[in-house]
């Protein structure tokens, strides 16, 4: 299905055959449902953390989740030309990680960390009231389910996959990562519940476990799409 399978090479032969090393370059993924407070972090981590490149997945329109999964697509191959000049990237999204790992070029990426960014229902109708009404993600039920199954989903790659594992699946390899059991070592996503922290002290959370994953478990060395 991806350019190196074609080729029948595994990324890291063709990080060899290119002539590039695996330095500590990662792409961290900060995901979250509406009002978790992503875009906002997007805008500052970059003055917290240096020689970090960020972008919110809301630059771009994204009119449905076919869109979002494409573009995600978009913004590896993004992440991995700065990767080649060392340069970390961190991407806010409403995509899990989940969909990251079943991209077509997400084991081309030197490292992998994910992040939840997370908040109570009432703080996060409330926040979302008080920014004025937003078409694509109004105050609803539906904006707390996709929440709650973002919780679980990080807790747990098991919990209801088929949410995602539909999309763009002609396109998509979620399969490198749905015989993962809960607690498998590669499966790991922090959670940050930002309920009560203020925008500093969310920065401060999501640097300090920026430093401690710098060293992720999914590299590109450690093959883990196979298994």
């Given at each position: 299905?991806?350019?190196?399978n ?7 032969q ?17 995901s ?13 981590i ?40 060392r ?11 989940g ?27 409330q ?8 078409p ?32 763009l699946?002609?396109?998509?390899d ?27 002290q ?26």
């Open positions: 299905m991806a350019f190196f074609f080729l029948g090479q595994t990324p890291l063709l990080f060899v055959d290119w002539g590039l090393t695996l330095e500590d370059t990662v792409f961290y993924l900060v979250g449902a509406a009002a978790s407070g992503k875009t906002t972090t997007a805008r500052a970059a003055s917290y953390v240096e020689g970090l490149v960020a972008h919110d997945h809301d630059e771009k329109k994204t009119p449905d989740v076919n869109t979002r999964c494409a573009q995600l697509e978009e913004w590896i191959q993004l992440a991995l030309e700065h990767q080649e000049n340069k970390d990237f961190l991407l806010t999204s409403h995509s899990p990680l969909e990251l790992l079943a991209c077509p070029s997400a084991p081309m990426l030197a490292g992998i960390s994910a992040c939840l960014i997370d908040c109570a229902d009432s703080t996060r109708i926040r979302m009231r008080d920014r004025g009404f937003d694509r993600w109004p105050p609803s039920q539906h904006v707390l389910n996709w929440a709650s199954w973002h919780r679980m989903h990080a807790w747990d790659p098991q919990w209801e996959q088929d949410v995602i594992t539909g999309t699946a002609d396109k998509h979620y399969g490198r990562w749905t015989g993962w059991e809960q607690h498998d070592p590669r499966w790991q996503v922090e959670v940050i519940d930002t309920t009560d922290l203020d925008p500093e969310v920065m401060t959370s999501l640097s300090n476990w920026m430093a401690a994953r710098k060293s992720s478990s999914l590299t590109a060395e450690s093959n883990w799409w196979q298994g």
